[in-house]
């Protein structure tokens, strides 16, 4: 029977939940708002099977991907409405073309982020762009299992504990699945991510009270990685409506540079992502996924593959399986050695956890996000300058830390921290 002794040791992926073969497993909010097994002792007959399939206890072996590349989707609007180069919907296109089904994440009607499937085209644009909030898995990966046993093409995609959890669930190769993971740094959790649109609605997540939110307003559209002002200047960008009684109702947008948003810079400080990304069971390819996805952050274009700031991702291509589906997408061809050490989000866990990780939750809950975020801006700060006159003090690479993490003398985690997926904080 699973049991988890320590919150690093369960990633919330619910691969225990749906093969309970006696329905005894179900996943609950903590105090957080993360997922995590609750068994019903009772039913339980021992069977172990929960634990089979569980990514934690069965992590996969570390891999090199066979093919590198900086890609991008010829299709301009695609890439534009896409996080990084629009490679997903490349892949997920050819799938939905040959009759087959395509999972992946998409909000709910109120904002949450869940696993789901679809079948057309039109489909796949829910699907489209990051949602950096940890997605509810639900029942897909049996959904995914009854496609597959019926002789139907599947795409999955997910995160790279997901993916695993799929295939732990699955217990057997399909040559009719192709799975697709994301270089992921991290997740927040669902209920950080309901308070921050409560904050939102109310006041638009500032110090100003935004015309068009208040208790009355509605949120109709959000986007993670809104390319306005560039791919690499990203905004979190929402909508609002509002009803004005006079029969024309109030539009407004609220868009902010994601190191200027509330909730994207508590993210990007690493305080907010879940207990199993500080150890994650996943890194260096671990899934067992055909492809895996990241933005190419650092990379210089060329005449031949020029650099537009419409979004280039990266694309490890690690299976066979994976590569029959890289067809028409424009692409070039790097060294898996130099990427790794300009993405260490690939390799490395977010391997120090944040002292201040345990308190925050717990801040929020009582503030705002908009209040804590402003406190944890100001510390770093101060820690930034902190850090240069050392530097200079001292040296180049000892840093002390006034939160007390002491030296880190450039290695890994040092860089891990400062250097996730954000190419401009
Ligand atoms: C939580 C998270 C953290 C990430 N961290 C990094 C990072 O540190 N470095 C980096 O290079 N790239 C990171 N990425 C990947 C990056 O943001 C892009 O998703 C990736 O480059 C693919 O972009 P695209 O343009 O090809 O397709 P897009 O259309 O942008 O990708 C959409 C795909 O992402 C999946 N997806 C979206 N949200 C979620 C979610 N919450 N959970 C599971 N799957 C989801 C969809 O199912 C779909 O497959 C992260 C993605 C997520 C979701
Ligand atoms: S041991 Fe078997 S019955 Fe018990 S919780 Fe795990 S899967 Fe369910
Ligand atoms: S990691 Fe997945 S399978 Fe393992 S305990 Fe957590 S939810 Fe269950
Ligand atoms: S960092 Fe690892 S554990 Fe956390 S969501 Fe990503 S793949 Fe899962």
Redesign the pocket.
């Known amino acids: 029977m699973i049991s988890i002794t320590s919150k690093e040791m369960c990633c919330g992926c619910a691969a225990c939940e749906q093969r309970c073969p006696k329905s005894c497993i179900v996943m609950r909010e903590d105090e957080e708002g993360f997922l995590y097994p609750q068994t019903d002792m009772s039913k339980c007959i021992d069977c172990g099977l929960c634990e089979k399939v569980c990514p934690v206890l069965n992590q996969g072996e570390k891999r090199k991907p066979l093919y590198v590349y900086a890609a991008k989707n010829k299709n301009l609007q695609i890439r534009l409405h ?8 490349h892949i997920a296109e050819q799938i939905i073309q040959n009759n087959g089904v395509v999972f ?2 998409r909000f709910d009607e109120n904002w949450a ?1 869940k696993h789901d499937y679809t079948e057309t085209l039109e489909g796949l644009a829910a ?9 509810r898995i639900g029942s897909t990966y049996q959904q995914a299992k009854d496609f597959l046993e019926a002789g139907r093409l599947v795409l999955f ?3 790279p504990c ?1 993916i695993r959890g799929l295939k732990l669930f699955l217990a057997k190769e399909y040559d009719n699945l192709l799975t ?1 993971d ?6 927040p959790s669902p209920k950080i991510w309901r308070q921050y649109l409560h904050e939102i609605i109310a006041t638009g997540g500032g110090d100003i009270q935004i015309p068009s939110c208040g208790p009355t307003s509605q949120i109709t559209g959000i986007n993670f ?1 809104d390319k306005t002002t560039s791919w690499q200047s990203y905004s979190l960008r929402f909508t609002l409506r509002r009803e004005t009684g006079s029969g024309l109702p109030e539009t407004a947008d609220i868009s902010r540079i994601h190191y200027k948003d509330p909730f994207f810079y508590c993210f990007l400080s690493h305080v907010m992502e879940r207990y199993s990304c500080y150890a994650c069971p996943a890194k260096e390819l671990k899934s067992g996924s055909d492809i895996t ?3 190419f ?1 650092g990379f210089r274009g060329t005449k031949d593959f020029p650099d537009d700031n419409n ?1 280039i ?2 694309l490890l291509i690690n299976t066979d399986q994976g590569s029959k589906y890289i067809t028409s997408i424009l692409r070039s061809e790097q060294s898996y050695e130099k990427v790794i050490k300009q ?1 260490l ?1 690939i390799t490395a866990s977010l391997i120090i956890k944040d002292p201040r990780r345990d308190t925050f939750y717990k801040a929020v809950a009582k503030s705002s996000l908009h209040r804590e975020s402003k406190k944890l801006w100001l510390i770093n700060k101060i820690k930034r300058y902190a850090n240069r006159l050392a530097d200079i003090a001292l040296g180049n690479g000892v840093r002390w830390h006034i939160a007390g993490i002491c030296a880190e003398n450039g290695t890994d985690a040092a860089r891990a921290r400062s250097h ?2 954000s190419p401009s904080r």
């Open positions: 896409s996080s990084s180069g629009g490679v997903f919907t992946g994440a982020v699907m489209r762009g990051s949602k950096y909030v940890q997605s995609s997910g995160t997901q697709v994301l270089i992921c740094h991290g997740v990685r996805l990241g933005d952050w979004g991702s990266l993405n989000m996730t997926h």
